[in-house]
């Protein structure tokens, strides 16, 4: 209720709070999220409400009248729905600017699953400065609070925490003490921290799952027992890993469910194998346990359709099973068109995961971003053309989250004033509100969006300020889109960064993506021409198809966007009201976000200007590159001094040792130019 009180005191109502079978006549506002009193409001307010079209989550506001008073009723079928119905009448208050002025509506989830995918920093699937650092803040639960207090607000229902091995941080297994290393004191501080985080997780009406990746134990068991740490089948890891589960599940009662992946550690072992030994481990513990839990089942590399199926038949578990396919790889934020999946070894998409269609399970597309950490984004249609092409009926939901970067201390903001936000999430607000709103309700006006502008920074400001974002934060999906990528190192987006399948991001190689790379590499989207191929086109005089998109066209709707959204942000520069040393903070994001869409731009010419040169020797040609890249250079300057007075050089998984900053790569961006030269 604090948010509706909030609002309620904003426009000069004084709330008061009453039970529905307390009803008085100076009752403004009745919440019910029961369908006896549902009934009882029928009765004394002689009006039919129709709760029948209220789905789980969902909720309607409705204007009615009690004892010749009007009454504004927030009506729904569980506390969630209710939580939801408070939380929208809170915020049509502070749009409208009065009670007086909320309309009636009806709202339903578009998704019964809405998660993040938070990976933790403890057993961490990858070992970094850039994760490890956040050990202190994701053990505070007052972090936690407001990061729960986040998700609800933009109504994520899930919080699936990751990574290898969870389980001794949990519990001492009771046949197996030996694998947990703390002491009691020490396991007792971490099982208080666990049981108020999923405590408090529910009391928001958040469901909480902990995922691992399969065939893992602690370094202690390891010792203790002889055996592997990793990709180990024997007896005893099978017996430990089954007790672990049943043991976890009986000692927290507020923990929805568990996830496992398959195949990270399962060398050497077939589909059904690899299926077997979730039966025997996962599958088992849970049937042991004393309540049933939920179960997601994550669809990797060696994962197979005909097993999967077999293993969610043969469980029988709690229905729906929930099954991650990651969109795009680890680049969900690239085309809405589903290009890839983890799954592609053939050459192309694995439909039989939901074809035919699933009766237990619904698939759950994980959009990765390994794509951008430090820039603010936001583009709504973007996520509502997702959800448009690929909210199947078989599909029950979305993750959004990463795999190296954790979303808690602000590593990348220097020591400012205008800092007034205390964790990671908190300065990337507009991700987080874009995709859970969205998820929720796909049909969700701008309006919401442009008004949480408006309140930070003052009245007016909120229409130009998103229309910059949507403009300028299509360079990382049209970037990722150009440029194909699967696993997570090889693409960073917001550094213009790659690497090839064979090698990492630190192997010696400069990560930075040259004039060659993006000329030679092959496209995500199907629809783009990569500049190999269309100065292919172009000297055989080749018709190209309706609907394919040309490098010289995709770097046009670069610079329009890009130059659009520099216009936008600088009409608004002098018209903030409040927080304004904040607002240039996001002002910069996006044009930082604008001038390296710029610098696609030029480079994406410049390149199709180096191949045609290649091929045809025509020397203006080679002229036009160098001028092209020298253009692009200017904007990548731009880039720097626009984001060096906010963000400092920090550490990135990808980069292994080194740090990030855009200045760090401005010999890559004259090298291409000397490229050029030399040809």
Request: with cysteine; glycine share 6%; charged share 25%.
């Amino acid at each position: 209720m604090g948010r509706l009180d909030q609002s309620l005191h904003e426009t000069g109502h004084k709330p008061v709070h009453y039970e529905l079978t307390a009803l008085a006549p100076k009752t403004d506002i009745l919440i019910t999220a029961d369908d006896r009193e549902t009934a009882l409001l029928q009765r004394l307010t002689g009006t039919a409400v129709v709760s029948s079209s209220i789905k789980e989550e969902g909720f309607q506001i409705l204007r009615l009248r009690c004892n010749n008073r009007p009454m504004l009723c927030i009506i729904a079928r569980d506390e969630k729905g209710a939580m939801y119905g408070t939380l929208d009448l809170a915020e049509q208050i502070r749009i409208k600017g009065s009670l007086e002025n909320v309309n009636d509506k009806l709202s339903n989830p578009r998704f019964g699953f809405r998660a993040i995918k938070f990976n933790l920093p403890w057993s961490s699937y990858r070992t970094s400065e850039a994760l490890q650092m956040h050990s202190q803040t994701c053990r505070d639960l007052k972090f936690w609070q407001r990061f729960l207090d986040m998700m609800a607000e933009n109504r994520f229902n899930v919080l699936s925490l990751w990574n290898e091995h969870p389980f001794t941080y949990m519990i001492r297994p009771s046949n197996f003490p030996e694998a947990c290393p703390f002491s009691d004191e020490e396991l007792a501080q971490w099982q208080r921290f666990w049981r108020q985080l999923f405590r408090m997780a529910r009391q928001r009406g958040i469901e909480t799952y902990i995922v691992n990746w399969n065939i893992v134990v602690s370094p202690e068991f390891a010792k203790a027992y002889g055996v592997k740490q990793k990709n180990d089948t024997s007896a005893i890891v099978r017996r430990y890993t089954r007790q672990c589960v049943t043991q976890v599940i009986n000692e927290y009662e507020n923990l929805t469910g568990l996830g496992v992946t398959l195949a990270d550690w399962m060398k050497d072992m077939t589909p059904e194998q690899r299926e077997d030994w979730i039966a025997e481990t996962f599958v088992a513990g849970i049937k042991q346990a004393k309540r049933p839990v939920k179960f997601i089942h994550r669809s990797v590399l060696a994962g197979s359709p005909e097993q999967m199926r077999r293993l969610i038949d043969q469980a029988e578990l709690p229905d729906p099973v929930w099954v991650e396919i990651k969109f795009n790889w680890s680049h969900g934020h690239s085309t809405a068109k589903l290009a890839i999946t983890h799954d592609y070894t053939s050459g192309k998409i694995d439909e039989r995961f939901w074809k035919p269609k699933p009766v237990n399970y619904r698939i759950v597309w994980m959009i990765r971003n390994e794509d951008f950490f430090i820039l603010r984004w936001g583009q709504p249609d973007f996520i509502k053309q997702h959800i448009s092409n690929n909210g199947a009926d078989y599909v029950g939901g979305y993750f959004v989250g990463s795999e190296t970067y954790i979303p808690a201390k602000d590593y990348f903001h220097k020591s400012s004033a205008h800092v007034n936000w205390n964790y990671a999430f908190e300065r990337q607000w507009l991700f987080y509100m874009l995709w859970g709103r969205l998820l929720y309700e796909p049909g969700t006006d701008d309006s919401i969006f442009e008004t949480a502008f408006d309140t930070r920074y003052g009245a007016g400001v909120g229409s130009k300020l998103l229309k910059a974002y949507s403009l300028a934060s299509k360079m990382p999906l049209k970037l990722a889109s150009f440029y194909a990528a699967t696993w997570d190192f090889t693409l960073y987006s917001e550094g213009f960064l790659a690497c090839a399948e064979s090698r990492g991001l630190f192997d010696g190689v400069s990560p930075f993506i040259s004039i060659n790379e993006l000329i030679e590499h092959k496209t995500l989207d199907p629809t783009y021409l990569s500049v190999t191929d269309y100065v292919k086109c172009v000297l055989n005089k080749d018709v190209i198809k309706d609907g394919l998109v040309t490098p010289l066209e995709l770097a046009d709707e670069l610079q329009t966007d890009g130059g659009n959204a520099i216009v936008l942000i600088e009409s608004v520069a002098g018209k903030c009201q409040r927080n304004r040393e904040s607002f240039e903070c996001e002002a910069a994001d996006v044009k930082a976000w604008a001038y390296l869409g710029l610098y696609f731009a030029d480079k994406l010419r410049a390149a199709t200007a180096l191949e045609s040169f290649r091929h045809t020797g025509q020397p203006n040609q080679k002229q036009k590159a160098v001028s092209l890249l020298q253009n692009a250079a200017e904007h990548w300057e731009t880039v720097i001094s626009v984001t060096q007075g906010h963000y400092q050089q920090v550490p990135l998984v990808q980069l292994g040792a080194e740090k990030f900053s855009w200045e760090r790569f401005r010999g890559d961006v004259a090298r291409d130019i000397q490229i050029a030269e030399q040809e």
